[in-house]
């Protein structure tokens, strides 16, 4: 049943899945490695627990964690935030409270894990910051674990474009969605746009690539969620190996038309997202703004706004006259979304694959979003605007029209909602994605000390002269415990 464990004696007839499980296993050995040796996966983040009822983010590393609960001995998860009552605890997975910047508690975990639970032979770092903090001890006390960053997505190019629309705003006085805009967003390489004013956010755009090329470059395999972000970390200037980058973005199970519900079993519209997370807030805002013009041509249509920690400034946005309905955080957002007709979605900036619209294809639920919000979720046969698990627009106007005509319009509603399904079921297959990783694994695993001689920039900056995180840490450890 595990992959990264010895199987059951060899038959001569074999089945086809079970050729890559016992390779994998093969890979896994080293030469003081016994055949039974149990082998462990850890994931460290320094700030925060898997929240798979919050944040997209926080869904894709369950399907991870649950993944290698099957491929791994054991799977443990440890976080520098305390730990809370309400966090979502898994039995298949160890989660472990580790202070930040702090040897000792580092060194007794890693020993702990291998002592009682097998050999670590892979650590996930959530996220670049995550990789800073903790991955020199683990080179340090775990010099065969593979080193893995799970980007979730590209913050530099998350926070360029949030500070590009800022500045666009200024100019323009406003806070408007116009085709304009969206097109210099969609434009925007934080590595070479230049910039009107050298503000204090633009320096943490810079910075921020800077930090995150570093952890690439450090690690031995870099999980891309989405397509253009991989597109855009594969040009030739930022030199990273093809062979570091691996494409994981989310993990569905296949979904079925019976599944869902009917254009007639559905009304009203619905927004979903976290509002920690910068563009769902711009994109409430803005539906607020314009939603009594969708309102003014469907008087009886609502629109329903859930997501975790809303703010103040979200909930005084609620307003029963207007059909305006801020619900904040909800447990299970099945039942939400099988009964809304279509989701909104303006989103001026962001960056990877947006989870709410995955979540809102798997039930069934066609959307109204901007090309940031449909970036990486396209096939090669979908690249028109209308050949989409819904309408992909660009300003304002196009917005309200296509939100109208997509509510109102079954034959569309359910040409959207077919195509969603399949492209659902196309990009985000969970089998054949986590396949994908499966086999990197393998190969990396089978060639860790050959990857790491030929990585040059790598070895490069984890020369004592490049590695300034980790004396940084030092020092913050010995300061807090004067």
Known sequence: MIFYRSFLASSTRRRPWTSLAISIKRRLSTSSATATEATSILFLSPTSWPEPNATAAGIRTVSLLNHFATRFDSVHFGCGAPMKESMTRFANVHWHHIKPNRTDDMTNLLQHIQSKHGSIRAVVF??????????????????????????????????????????????????????????????????????????????????????????????????????????????????????????????????????????????????????????????????RRIWPRIRSRLPDAKLHVYGAYPTNEIGSMHDEKLGFYVHGH?????????????????????????????????????????????????????????????????????????????????????????????????????????????????????NLGQRRKRDITGQLLWHQSNRSTEYFSKWIELKELK
């Open 330 to 446: 909800v447990e299970d957002i099945k039942e939400a979304l099988l009964q809304r007709r279509v989701l909104l979605a303006p989103l001026r900036f962001g960056a990877g694959i947006k989870g709410k619209i995955v979540d809102s294809w798997g039930y069934g639920l066609p959307v109204v979003t901007t090309p940031i919000g449909a970036e990486g979720m396209m096939t090669t046969d979908a690249i028109a605007s209308d050949d989409w698990g819904g309408l992909i627009v660009s300003n304002e106007d196009e917005f309200v029209e296509a939100a109208v005509n997509l509510y109102t319009t079954k034959e569309l509603w359910e040409y959207s909602q077919n195509r969603a399904i399949e492209l659902l079921n196309s990009l985000f297959k969970n089998g054949q994605n986590l396949q994908v990783i499966d086999e990197a694994l393998s190969d990396a695993m089978m």
């Open 126 to 287: 959530d996220r670049f910051y995550a990789e800073e903090a903790y991955s020199f001890r683990i080179r340090e006390q775990c010099p065969n674990a593979l080193r893995i960053l799970d980007m979730q997505d590209v913050h530099s190019l998350r926070i360029g474009r949030q500070q590009l629309v800022k500045e666009i705003d200024q100019r323009a006085a406003s806070n408007n969605m116009t085709t304009q805009l969206i097109d210099e967003v969609m434009k925007f390489d934080p590595s070479t746009h230049e910039w009107a004013q050298d503000l204090p956010q633009v320096q943490k755009a810079h910075n921020t690539l800077l930090r995150e090329l570093a952890s690439i470059h450090r690690s031995d395999l870099v999980l891309v969620c989405s397509s253009t972000e991989m597109n855009m970390l594969k040009q030739p200037s930022w030199n990273i190996a093809p062979w570091k980058l691996i494409s994981a973005p989310f993990f569905q199970k296949r979904v079925k038309q019976d599944m869902t519900k009917s254009y007639d079993q559905r009304c009203d519209f619905v927004s979903i997202g976290g509002f920690k997370h910068p563009p769902n807030v711009d994109s409430v805002r803005l539906l």
